[in-house]
T-cell receptor
Framework: AAGVIQSPRHLIKEKRETATLKCYPI?????VYWYQQGPGQDPQFLIS???????DKGSIPDRFSAQQFSDYHSELNMSSLELGDSALYFC????????????FGQGTRLTVV | AQTVTQSQPEMSVQEAETVTLSCTYD???????LFWYKQPPSRQMILVIR??????QNATENRFSVNFQKAAKSFSLKISDSQLGDTAMYFC???????????????FGKGTKLSVIP
């Protein structure tokens, strides 16, 4: 079965650079969620989209932005990267309103040096 | 705001034995969902089991079962016949049950690192 695809799997950037993470949800899934998991930490909700509109916003820094496109894939744009942005970034997707299960991708590991 | 607390940072269990991981939560919501996620060394987040708050019956998935105590806001995970492949970080998570927003904002606990010993 198709799963959530995230790219790239690994990314190394320097401080103050920009990074773009991509997420391709499971076919027919219309909702995408982004989470950030720092080293040894629990995942923190960043932002979510439903039908290409932002539906919820969590602890996402102002330096980050995200959107969901017409094909339902989503991109997380991160600017002015800081060392503390080094983390595993998960994307998850779900289908329909009031979904009770979301499926996670394998994550993108971002290292800022 | 919701909080999820896992009071056991690390646990170990002998292969084939049973282990219980604890989770408590705090919320003012009446309808919500609770989850246990497994994160093995590969870092993939894998859903283990899900419980709907309005259901009194405890969820069961093969060797995994929960003890859901709504009044006590407790949601423990029992793993029976532990296997080496169960070695992982286990996260308890909560989300309110929105009726129409299509949103599924999980609040996670800090996790319990489980080691299954041969």
């Amino acid at each position: 079965a198709a799963g959530v695809i995230q790219s790239p799997r690994h990314l190394i950037k320097e401080k103050r650079e920009t990074a773009t993470l991509k997420c391709y949800p499971i076919p027919r899934h219309d909702t995408v969620y982004w989470y950030q998991q720092g080293p040894g930490q629990d995942p923190q909700f960043l932002i979510s989209f439903y039908e290409k509109m932002q539906s919820d916003k969590g602890s996402i820094p102002d330096r980050f932005s995200a959107q969901q496109f017409s094909d339902y894939h989503s991109e997380l744009n991160m600017s002015s990267l800081e060392l503390g942005d080094s983390a595993l970034y998960f994307c998850a997707s779900s289908e329909g309103q009031g979904a009770t299960e979301a499926f996670f991708g394998q994550g993108t590991r971002l290292t800022v040096v | 705001a919701q909080t999820v607390t896992q009071s056991q940072p690390e646990m170990s269990v002998q292969e084939a034995e049973t282990v219980t991981l604890s989770c408590t939560y705090d919320t003012s919501e009446n309808n919500y969902y609770l989850f246990w996620y497994k994160q093995p060394p590969s870092r993939q987040m894998i859903l283990v089991i899900r419980q709907e708050a309005y259901k009194q019956q405890n969820a069961t998935e093969n060797r995994f079962s929960v003890n859901f105590q709504k009044a006590a806001k407790s949601f423990s995970l029992k793993i029976s016949d532990s296997q080496l492949g169960d070695t992982a970080m286990y996260f308890c998570a909560f989300t309110p049950a929105y009726s129409g927003a299509g949103s599924y904002q999980l609040t996670f606990g800090k996790g319990t690192k489980l080691s299954v010993i041969p």
